[in-house]
């Protein structure tokens, strides 16, 4: 994948240290000062910048919707009645659980949801009790999701 590289925070060490991060986001920063032949407190240094820089935008848990009950996973595209509804619509979707990502995106949709539900008739009430009672949501394609093949996080080498 070509790519420009815009940060200048991104040195040997610090891909080493995110390779590892993303690899187990719980190691120990002395585990990693140890792997890499620097001190703790340069590790504890380096990942502060790159938390302040914005490259590291967080550490957060990975739940799987299905093994806590979530049978139900689909991608949706909203078309909207008028472009302008877009950012509106999107508050509105923030506040339902079942919605776990939007992105405002180019082509016949305005916005891509994914949404997880207990089950089909709970993503039906979820689309049709709420999503399509937003002001501006004009209609949506829904896409089951039958598993994930594979999820990565960006490379960098």
Do not use: W
Not at 9 to 20: A, E, G, H, L
């Amino acid at each position: 994948m070509a790519r420009t590289n815009r940060n200048e925070n991104i040195d040997y060490i610090n891909q080493q240290i995110i390779k590892m991060l993303s690899a187990d986001g719980r190691i120990a920063y002395s585990e990693i000062a140890k792997e890499l032949k620097i001190s703790n407190s340069l590790v504890h240094q380096r990942i502060r910048k790159l938390q302040d820089s914005g490259i590291i935008s967080g550490f957060s848990v990975q739940l799987n919707p299905k093994e806590i009950g979530y049978e139900t996973i689909t991608y949706t595209g909203i078309a909207t009645k008028e472009a302008r509804f877009a950012y509106s619509i999107a508050e509105k979707l923030k506040e339902i659980p079942e919605v776990v990502e939007c992105h405002f995106v180019s082509g016949k949709y305005a916005l891509f949801l994914k949404i997880v539900a207990a089950n089909n008739e709970e993503f039906r009430k979820v689309l049709y009790e709420q999503i399509h009672n937003i002001e501006g949501v004009g209609s949506t394609d829904s896409f089951i999701s039958f598993g994930s093949a594979f999820q990565k996080n960006i490379s960098l080498f």
